[in-house]
């Protein structure tokens, strides 16, 4: 249809001519409009100027913040409902599964119960008789070999007497050894072991030496690895500790956590994580105990 046309169809019964609209001249402008688009080069479209952007570039800024913002508020969301459904899942499989027990299976599982405290028990007290639960002070080289081959964890606290940090870690550490009876902790100082200064390269004070399994597998010097700023905080000591791998859990800080809040946080909070560290000195995993 034409332009005649398409106004006859919008006005059947009345008079194009009459309606002051020259439809000619609005023609010839259209087939102009036409014939130019058709000549640009590639059929490349004329190219609308809708004048400066509406947003400046702080405004653009802002945008982009919040969405990247928004996908990482998303993806943590995620993963926490992805732990929580796994958590979930598991205490209804307890669930279904102690509700499917009979007397024999409840009594076979408190036999058993029994038998594991039963064994916390013995091994509590072969700690205790180890010298585990305080810092135990050795005077000889010959008292650190001893001590690292009668069990798995042990740190030992390389001090000197003239280091006031020294006496202030060694307050902290045995705050902690009281509540850790699984990991041994002992201190020599600096004087009485200048062969084991010579062979784990110790040179400042104090210096903390954690040994796994017979091996040193990190030394920890001065305090910038759990005090940068100076100031010792038990808690933070503990939890650092903890993230070596030496402590099986956080005890103090979640006494401190149910005296704030109550038992209730400690049950909803779920047991933390261990992670491994990297390990801080080149002579870390020496095999004290070679030939």
Not at 106 to 115: F, H, T
Not at 221 to 232: E, F, H, N, T, V
Not at 233 to 258: M, P, V, W
Request: with cysteine.
């Amino acid at each position: 249809m034409n332009l005649f046309e398409d106004a006859e169809a919008d006005d059947p019964y009345g008079d194009v001519e009459d309606q002051g609209i020259d439809y000619h001249e609005l023609a010839e402008q259209r087939q102009a409009e036409q014939e130019s688009s058709s000549k640009m080069p590639g059929g490349q479209q004329q190219m609308i100027n809708t004048g400066p952007s509406m947003m400046s570039k702080q405004d653009m800024a802002i945008m982009k913040a919040a969405k990247r913002k928004m996908a990482i508020n998303n993806a943590v969301n995620n993963a926490v409902n992805k732990v929580l459904q796994e958590e979930e899942a598991k205490i209804d499989s307890k669930i279904e599964k102690l509700s499917r027990m009979d007397e024999d299976d409840l009594e076979e599982l408190r036999a058993k119960r029994l038998e594991d405290l039963k064994k916390k028990q013995m091994q509590r007290s072969k700690w205790l008789a180890n010298n585990h639960g305080r810092i135990h002070e050795i005077m000889d080289q010959k008292q650190f070999f001893e001590n690292v081959k009668s069990t798995k964890h042990v740190i030992c606290l390389f001090y000197s007497k003239t280091s006031k940090w020294s006496h202030i870690l060694q307050e902290h550490l045995t705050l902690i050894a009281q509540k850790h009876l699984e990991c041994k902790f002992i201190q020599i100082e600096s004087q009485y072991a200048p062969f084991l200064i010579e062979r784990l390269n110790i040179w400042m004070m104090p210096t903390l030496v954690l040994a796994k399994a017979n091996k040193v597998s990190t030394q920890l010097r001065g305090l910038d690895w759990c005090a940068p700023d100076g100031k010792i905080d038990t808690i933070r000591l503990e939890h650092k500790l903890f993230e070596y791998g030496f402590l099986e859990e956080t005890y103090l800080a979640l006494e401190k956590q149910i005296k704030a809040n109550g038992t209730d946080s400690f049950l909803s909070g779920g047991s933390k994580k261990k992670k491994q560290m990297q390990q801080q000195d080149d002579d870390s995993e020496d095999d004290l105990f070679d030939d």
